[in-house]
């Protein structure tokens, strides 16, 4: 019992160091993400709060941080753009769109996990998954070097000098001490120290540097100070609820639906590997749903999953729901009380340790395994990569599924044998080996000689089965021929399903099919069970 309780206070205190470390590292992201979405920073700040609370709680993987999102940002620009310009100038109806899409985009979210399409994301091969694990890392480090800029003249510029001096120095101090501390002590989450001693180093030194409180007001905001959220009842009022908002709003909803499952189940896997554990790909979809409906109604810009900061999390200790709790509320107390103190956080600290998230991200493992393994998964993994960081990574996932299961099926379509031989009756006999679905079918086809073969020919299935509906119309064109042709064909070894597809699809098959079989490998193939003892 006492060491029971000493593992959970343990974990306790990790989860709780590890939150802080987390809210100090979301707030430039959903400032950042609010501007380029093209809205005020607190209704990413919101967003990264509500999100980021009702998934820890209610999510299917524990130490999972979800909330404003880059990946959602850049489509929901368009969106506010082009709903600011339905109405009258100053009306900012963008926003009150965007509430409306989020919501929307949740339910849709809430009926994938309702129809458990959660478990589809097993569908995504390892070649796929270490490409969005790269490309992503590429683009935290990308998205990075943006912070090396400052604002002269209305206009961004480059750092130079001195001053991007100093920024490489915070910036090398903060990843020297998350690399150090661990050796001295694990006790205390190498990020959390970073920041802080870095932001009290700057603080103290009175140093000229790039803040959390300059970047918002950089990007035109006011600062991070706010109230707690509130019910957008303007939602209902400005904006019309018929069937011209839904056309406008609905193909919006189901992109971003799409792209923050993708995202959130992947990062949800990866999560898995790290930690080996296993998460609930439909509760975390429900999670996600639920987190946006209640944040769309309450002035938040929606989200998903956040990788970098799942990342900070679990490398900081973080394992339970409580650190993503911990985050969530100490984000809203950041906005509530302590905005002064969270705005003197040096920039340079927080770059650095995002640096640390990418080296940690990034799978160095490819360099190594790319001569080792097939062309095609090499390919594939290069390929997700440069569109994650080209494109986003729904495209880049999609692309990668549709291109390996292409590949698969290429493949599968070159296994198909038939192997011939005459019985003593003159029967021929053809032995079929490998799948037989719509990328084989042609391979199949051509193995017969319908004009040439004897009167009487037997097809055996037993180390074959019928896949799809395009194998089971190539076997019915085939014995078509062989009838037409004035010959008897057999079919034996079919499975089960297949027996039951071909005698429903024509009357030609009920005589065809032979189904007294006593032969042992036709039962294994069907009932692997069966013979285990």
């Known amino acids: 019992m006492k060491n029971f309780v000493e593992k959970r206070l343990g974990n306790a205190k990790d989860d709780i160091l590890s939150g802080l470390t987390v809210a100090l590292a979301l707030v430039p992201e959903a400032v950042a993400f609010a501007f380029v979405a093209g809205v005020d920073p607190l209704v990413g700040l919101y967003a990264a709060f509500m999100i980021g609370l009702i998934t820890s709680i209610f999510g299917g993987r524990p130490g999972m941080i979800s909330g404003a ?65 790269n490309g992503l890392a590429i683009v935290i480090f990308v998205s990075q070097l943006g912070m090396f800029t400052e604002v002269v003249d209305g206009e961004k510029t480059w750092l130079s000098g001195n001053d991007l001096m100093m920024m490489l120095g915070l910036v090398a101090l903060t990843m020297g001490i998350m690399l150090g501390l661990p050796k001295l002590t694990k006790k205390v989450p190498e990020a959390l120290a970073a920041i802080v001693v870095v932001s009290l180093i700057v603080i103290f030194a009175n140093l000229d540097v790039a803040t959390v409180g300059s ?43 799409a792209i923050g499952l993708i995202e959130s189940l992947m990062t949800l896997n990866l999560i898995d590997d790290l930690t080996e554990t296993r998460g609930n790909s439909n509760r975390e979809c429900l999670a996600q749903g639920g987190a946006n409906i209640v944040t769309g109604l309450f002035g938040g810009m929606g989200g998903c999953a956040m990788i970098g900061q799942s990342i900070i999390n679990i490398k900081s200790g973080g394992r339970g729901r409580l650190s993503g709790i911990v985050a969530a509320v100490t984000l809203l107390m950041f906005i509530l009380f302590a905005s002064t103190y969270i705005e003197m956080v040096p920039i340079a600290a927080l770059v650095g340790v995002m640096f640390m998230v990418v080296i940690g991200t990034f799978a160095w493992s490819s360099f190594r395994i790319l001569g080792k393994i097939p062309v095609a998964d090499a390919f594939v993994l290069i390929l997700v990569s440069g569109l994650t960081v080209v494109f986003d990574l729904a495209i880049a996932v999609f692309v990668g599924v549709i291109v390996s299961a292409l590949v698969f099926s290429w493949e599968n379509a070159k296994k198909i044998r038939a192997r011939k031989s005459i019985k003593a009756d003159g029967t021929k006999v053809y032995e079929i080996w490998g799948p037989l679905f719509f990328g084989s079918i042609k391979a199949f086809s051509e193995k017969f000689d319908v004009k040439g073969d004897p009167e009487n020919v037997e097809i055996d299935f037993v180390e074959c089965r019928v896949s799809d509906h395009s194998g089971l119309e190539a076997l019915f064109q085939l014995v078509t021929k062989y009838h037409n042709a004035n010959k008897k064909v ?12 071909l005698r429903k699809a024509s009357p030609l098959f009920h005589d065809i099919i032979e189904e007294d079989i006593d032969d042992p490998r036709y039962h294994l193939a069907i009932d692997p069970e069966a013979f285990k003892a």
């Open 490 to 501: 057999t079919l034996k070894h079919l499975s089960p399903e297949c027996n039951q597809l």
């Open 69 to 133: 999102t880059g990946a959602l940002a850049v489509v929901m620009v368009t969106l506010v753009a082009q709903g600011n310009d339905m109405g009258n100038e100053g009306e900012n109806l963008g926003l009150y769109y965007l509430f409306a899409t989020v919501i929307l985009m949740g339910i849709i979210q809430m009926l994938a996990g309702v129809l458990k399409l959660g478990k589809f994301v097993r569908l995504i091969p390892q070649p796929v998954m270490m490409g969005f694990v």
């Open 215 to 257: 970047f918002i007001k950089d990007g035109g905001g006011e600062g991070l100070k706010g109230g707690l959220p509130t019910f957008q009842w303007d939602i209902f009022s400005k904006i019309p609820m018929n069937l011209e908002t839904l056309y406008f709003i609905f193909p919006y909803a189901l992109i971003l639906a």
